[in-house]
């Protein structure tokens, strides 16, 4: 069983920047994918963004595009989604998974094997 554990979250002011983090109890089987997702109460969980697991790419969700990174370190089996320019849309539960044998980026849930717990960001304005 894979355990995945997000941290970093907190209360930020609008502008401001978070980094998350997501630690793995054990290194995936590669290939792999790491997404980054989110949701509000009485609302999908929706895609944010993911890196394959060589980091040679990432993608993003159009609304986070040019504000938010995804990388990691393969070396501490984390990823890490820095998240700049916050604004009070940004407030959710943010939440790391893994899809296993994958190549290839996904924002779909379905392709996702593991989530962590999830972290609560909040940005207020």
């Known amino acids: 069983q894979l355990q995945l554990v997000e941290s970093g979250g907190g209360l930020v002011q609008a502008g401001g920047s978070l980094r998350l983090s997501c630690a793995a109890s054990r290194p995936p089987s590669k290939p792999y994918i790491m997404g980054w997702f989110r949701q509000v109460p009485g609302k999908e969980r929706e895609f944010v963004g993911a890196?394959?697991?060589?980091?040679?790419?990432?993608y993003y969700a159009d609304s986070v595009k040019s504000r938010f990174a995804v990388s990691g370190d393969n070396a501490k089996n984390t990823v890490y989604l820095q998240m700049n320019s916050l604004k009070p849309e940004d407030t959710a539960v943010y939440y790391c998974?893994?899809?296993?044998?994958?190549?290839?980026?996904?924002?779909?849930?379905?392709?996702?094997?593991?989530w962590g717990q999830g972290t609560q960001v909040t940005v207020s304005p």
């Open positions: 998974a893994v899809g296993l044998f994958r190549s290839a980026i996904s924002t779909a849930k379905a392709d996702y094997n593991y």
């Open positions: 890196i394959t697991w060589s980091g040679s790419t990432t």
